[in-house]
């Protein structure tokens, strides 16, 4: 069973930058591809941005496309999402989540929340104009 925990959210103006963090606690991250999800009120889970286990490959949500970059440190056990650009439409709970793949899958990765196994507990970022 692999927990994740979110950090990193917060309150920030406009045009400014964040960066969340996850890390599994007691386990790791080794041969799980990772994405991260977020949620405003009201609203479902969406798709922000994922990257393959080994980190060869990423795939971006348009609406974060050039703005944010998803990135992991498999020897620290952490995934990473800069958000740059900052817009109050991206104020939202933020999650994270990891879902086991095959080693010769070094390049798989998902776009689909159903895809994945263990979610974090999600990490509030607030944006204002």
């Known amino acids: 069973q692999v927990q994740l925990v979110e950090s990193g959210g917060g309150l920030v103006q406009s045009g400014g930058s964040l960066r969340l963090s996850c890390a599994p606690s007691?386990?790791?991250?080794?041969?799980?591809?990772l994405g991260w999800f977020r949620q405003a009120p009201g609203k479902e889970r969406d798709f922000v941005a994922a990257?393959?286990?080994?980190?060869?490959?990423?795939y971006y949500a348009a609406s974060v496309e050039g703005r944010f970059t998803i990135s992991r440190d498999n020897a620290k056990n952490t995934l990473f999402l800069r958000m740059n650009s900052l817009k109050p439409e991206d104020t939202a709970v933020y999650y994270c989540?990891?879902?086991?793949?095959?080693?010769?899958?070094?390049?798989?990765?998902?776009?689909?929340?159903?895809?994945?196994?263990?979610w974090g507990q999600g990490t509030q970022v607030t944006v204002s104009s």
């Open positions: 007691g386990g790791t991250f080794s041969h799980y591809a």
């Open positions: 990257i393959s286990w080994v980190g060869t490959s990423t």
């Open positions: 989540a990891a879902f086991f793949v095959q080693a010769q899958r070094y390049s798989h990765l998902s776009t689909d929340r159903h895809d994945y196994e263990y």
